[in-house]
């Protein structure tokens, strides 16, 4: 994990978790509103360029190259070339549809075959859009992006009618996901979620779900495998399962349900130095951490089984590397 943002040791309550660590987040070394979003210092004067566009606009970018800096944007951005950079940056959109119908829209999209880096940027869905980051295309990173007012925070969209490697290639880091919205897509809320994409890694993200949301990570594969994709030291509270990594295809193998043996796989994910903390429910999801089912395929886990080290409950110091929370009463899983 990064440094914190100020200088000294960390105060006691960053090692003991709870409610001060929650509204001091950038003082303990983890992604909070004090160390994401514009670095206004880049800015020329300090100050961003205003847009008074409106929110449901859809503002293209189709030149390859483009740097987008220091800007105020009020519309969806879709980035439709190669090597697009946006940093240093205010988005703010609203598709103007609820529930379905706000299906993969995003502050930012990037679509089939285009790449981008977002850097430092503030995305605000305004409870309007499916996504902050939506990525259909070859390549994206993702740094120090504070993302809220969505359904789900970044998504790794998945398909194989126009495409093998759609949505692969992707790094989400020092990233701040939090105060998501029901309004959007099917009102299951995801920090992180693929349905099938490649090469990825995770790193150092602050995911504050409530215990009514999905998840934080959902790694499924219902439309291309899910591989070789790393989450590593995240600060994670809350979802239902704060984790997901599901071979569900072509089923989970549960009751009347077809085994997911012979369809697509999610294999090589892996999951390390994760900081749990139990701010959102005593599970830290409402129901665990991992989630699993005795009885189905592969255990309701990935195809090749769970990779896991090193991961613990702040608060309790617990390793759960081996299975969810337990003690102190708790039922989890």
Request: aromatic share 8%; net charge negative; charged share 20%.
């Amino acid at each position: 994990p990064a440094a914190p943002a100020t200088a000294g040791p960390r105060p006691a309550y960053c090692h003991d978790g709870g409610a001060r660590l929650w509204a001091h987040l950038a003082r303990c070394g983890w992604p909070g509103p004090g160390s994401t979003g514009p670095e206004m210092s880049q800015c020329p004067g300090g100050r961003l360029t205003a847009d008074s566009g409106p929110l449901t606009r859809v503002i293209r970018i189709t030149a390859p190259g483009t740097v987008i800096a220091c800007q105020d944007i009020r519309g969806m951005v879709d980035v439709e070339a190669q090597n697009v950079t946006i940093k240093n940056s205010v988005i703010e959109s609203n598709s103007g549809k609820t529930g379905e119908a706000a299906n993969g829209t995003a502050g930012i999209k990037i679509e089939d075959g285009a790449s981008a880096i977002v850097d430092h940027v503030k995305i605000n869905g305004d409870d309007g859009v499916h996504a902050c980051v939506w990525d259909q295309g070859a390549r994206e990173v993702v740094n120090a992006v504070d993302c809220y007012g969505v359904d789900d925070g970044v998504w790794s969209w998945a398909d194989s009618s126009y495409s093998q490697t759609t949505g692969d290639h992707f790094v989400v880091e020092n990233s701040y996901f939090h105060d998501f919205t029901t309004r959007t897509s099917n009102g299951h809320e995801d920090g992180y979620q693929t349905e099938g994409a490649s090469d990825g890694l995770i790193r150092h993200n602050t995911y504050r779900m409530t215990a009514a949301a999905d998840s934080a990570v959902a790694i499924w594969d219902s439309l291309r495998d899910s591989h070789n994709i790393t989450v590593d030291g995240n600060l994670i509270t809350g979802g239902g399962f704060a984790i997901y990594a599901e071979d569900y295809n072509p089923g989970d193998g549960g009751p009347g349900d077809p085994a997911a043996a012979g369809g697509f796989s999610v294999t090589d994910i892996r999951f390390a130095g994760n900081v749990f903390s139990t701010e959102a429910a005593g599970c830290v999801g409402q129901f665990g951490i991992w989630f699993g089912r005795a009885g189905w395929t592969y255990n309701g886990g990935p195809t090749d089984g769970w990779f896991r080290h090193g991961n613990t409950v702040l608060e309790t110091g617990q390793d759960v590397d081996k299975g969810n929370p337990s003690g102190n009463g708790l039922s989890c899983g």
